[in-house]
């Protein structure tokens, strides 16, 4: 459903050019938990960041459901973003709004009717086990129960595809774990895809199907966990 093809993407700067990822090939299936490993600096936060069009390709392709999403109009594009959740190391709450603050945030951005935010709020926070903090900040919250904020966020819209950027990196290895069972529950419960890149192998044992690892802007691996990772 997500089918990279040729992607390239060259950061031009003051010193010069830096091929950040090249030439990259991956097919990503509806119903995969895909992993994407490799060290600081293999362009994987690159790669993440274009399947969103947060980052734009230098070229080649990005074909979601068909279609190529390089080729979206600005509205098409701002839908297609509305279906495409992300969660991030840092959280990157809202300091200033509660939990259902924040929630509710991505609603009214979205457009979402006024009068439906409360209840659609309810649910998500819900969804995440979090509904006993509706009312805290974030800066009365843990790690694992921010990111849980964030998650709940990232699926206002009813999303297809989840995207996490080395969202559990920040945490201790028993909240990495409970994070990772929420979002194997969440991907059953709602149908996602979901593209999760770490540096941490463990993390991709624990919770993907399928995974590739990158290094130095290539995949150099591919296929499922169990094959990429089985000892030799
Ligand atoms: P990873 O997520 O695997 O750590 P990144 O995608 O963040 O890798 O970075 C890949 C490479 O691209 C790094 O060498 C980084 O310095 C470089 N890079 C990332 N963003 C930029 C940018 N905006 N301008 C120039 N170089 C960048
Ligand atoms: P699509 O754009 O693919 O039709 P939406 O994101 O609009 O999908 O809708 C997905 C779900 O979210 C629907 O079930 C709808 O009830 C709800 N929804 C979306 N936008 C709004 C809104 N502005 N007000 C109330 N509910 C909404």
Excluded at 58 to 81: A, C, D, M, P
Excluded at 113 to 142: C, F, H, M, T
Excluded at 207 to 226: F, L, P, S, W
Aim: proline share 3%.
């Amino acid at each position: 459903m997500i089918q990279l093809r040729n992607l390239n993407k060259v950061y031009k700067g003051a010193q010069g050019e830096f091929h950040a990822v090249k030439d990259l090939n991956l097919d990503i299936r509806e119903d995969d938990f895909y992993g994407i490993m490799g060290l600081s600096g293999a362009g994987k936060s690159t790669l993440i960041r274009m399947i969103n069009r947060l980052e734009e390709p230098t070229s080649g392709e990005i074909v979601v459901n068909g279609e190529n999403i390089l080729e979206y109009s600005e509205g098409k594009l701002r839908e297609f973003r509305k279906k495409t959740g992300m969660i991030f190391q840092h959280f990157n709450l809202l300091q200033s709004r509660t939990v259902e603050g924040n929630v509710a945030f991505a609603l009214e951005v979205a457009g979402w009717d006024k009068k439906k935010i409360p209840e659609r709020v309810e649910e998500l926070l819900n969804l995440v086990e979090l509904g006993d903090k509706a009312r805290s900040y974030p800066a009365q919250l843990s790690g694992g129960q921010k990111q849980r904020v964030a998650i709940a966020r990232a699926l206002a819209n009813n999303p297809k595809i989840l995207l996490s950027d080395e969202a559990t990196s920040a945490l201790d290895p028993k909240t990495t774990k409970s994070i990772l069972e929420l979002l194997k529950n969440l991907q059953e419960k709602l149908g996602l895809t979901i593209v999760l890149i770490t540096h941490q192998m463990e993390v991709i044992r624990s919770a993907c199907n399928r995974a590739a690892i990158m290094d130095r802007g290539e995949v150099v691996e591919v296929g499922k966990v169990e094959e990429v990772f089985a000892n030799p």
